[in-house]
């Protein structure tokens, strides 16, 4: 899996959205963009995931560039309760056998601050 | 609730002592895996097994065991722990391509 880049941390005020940047320059033609975020003591928690379109759902929306390069999550409007660690991942299916396996980097924690 | 259940939620134990986590879901995945979070939070793939077959195994001191007697059920036992074994150990499962999904987690502490 191609590996990604993530600024160690950022924080953005309540209410407004939070872009958060990965870098994926390695990714290759079939990889997807996964992201993943971990709020303090719970269990990582899918969030969304694309290839070459820009996707949204009740979450997020994530935004990859045209080359595929990079991409940014976008929380559109940020609660304080959106405070954890948001892990990009890049992944190549399929998800199965050994290659089913996440693997986590060290992500950027997210503040928001009231 | 479909979900991944993991218990104990807090296991506090004494070094050599022997110890398991159990893990469930009811999503109906095929795949479940263990990945242990150390002190400095990086979230490591432990093991993995596919419809009770042991698929990924990473490296981990054979001390650790995963036991998986159906596909809805990974266990994970411990012999003879030590220090370093102090973490927190979250379970996952995932069905083909879909994301994984985690429990909430198990925070050993061994004294």
């Known amino acids: 899996d191609a590996k990604t880049t993530q600024p160690p941390s950022m924080d953005c005020a309540e209410g407004r959205a939070a872009n958060l940047p990965c870098n994926h320059s390695?990714?290759?033609?079939?990889?997807?963009v996964y992201w993943y975020r971990q709020i303090h003591s719970q269990g990582p928690q899918y969030i969304i995931h694309?290839?070459?379109n820009n996707e949204t759902n009740e979450m997020a929306s994530l935004i990859i560039t045209e080359d595929r390069k990079s991409s940014t999550l976008i929380l559109p409007h940020a609660t304080l309760r959106d405070t954890a660690v948001y892990y990009c991942?890049?992944?190549?299916?399929?998800?199965?056998?050994?290659?089913?396996?996440?693997?986590f980097g060290k992500g950027i924690t997210l503040s928001v601050r009231p | 609730d479909t979900a991944v259940s993991q218990t104990p939620k807090y296991l506090v134990t004494q070094m050599g002592n022997d110890k398991s986590i159990k893990c469930e879901q009811n999503?109906?995945?095929?795949?479940m895996y263990w990945y242990k979070q150390d002190s400095k939070k990086f979230l490591k793939i432990m093991f993995s097994?596919?419809?009770?077959?042991?698929?990924i195994n990473e490296t981990v001191p054979n001390r650790f065991s995963p036991k998986s007697p159906d596909k809805a059920h990974l266990n994970l036992h411990i012999n003879s722990l030590e220090l370093g074994d102090s973490a927190v150990y979250f379970c996952?499962?995932?069905?083909?391509?879909?994301?994984?999904?985690f429990g909430n987690g198990t925070r050993l502490t061994v004294t």
């Open positions: 996952a499962s995932s069905l083909n391509n879909s994301p994984l999904h």
């Open positions: 390695t990714i290759s033609g079939n990889e997807y």
């Open positions: 694309g290839l070459k």
């Open positions: 991942i890049v992944r190549v299916p399929p998800y199965t056998g050994a290659n089913s396996k996440l693997t």
């Open positions: 999503l109906g995945h095929d795949t």
């Open positions: 097994y596919n419809n009770k077959e042991l698929i």
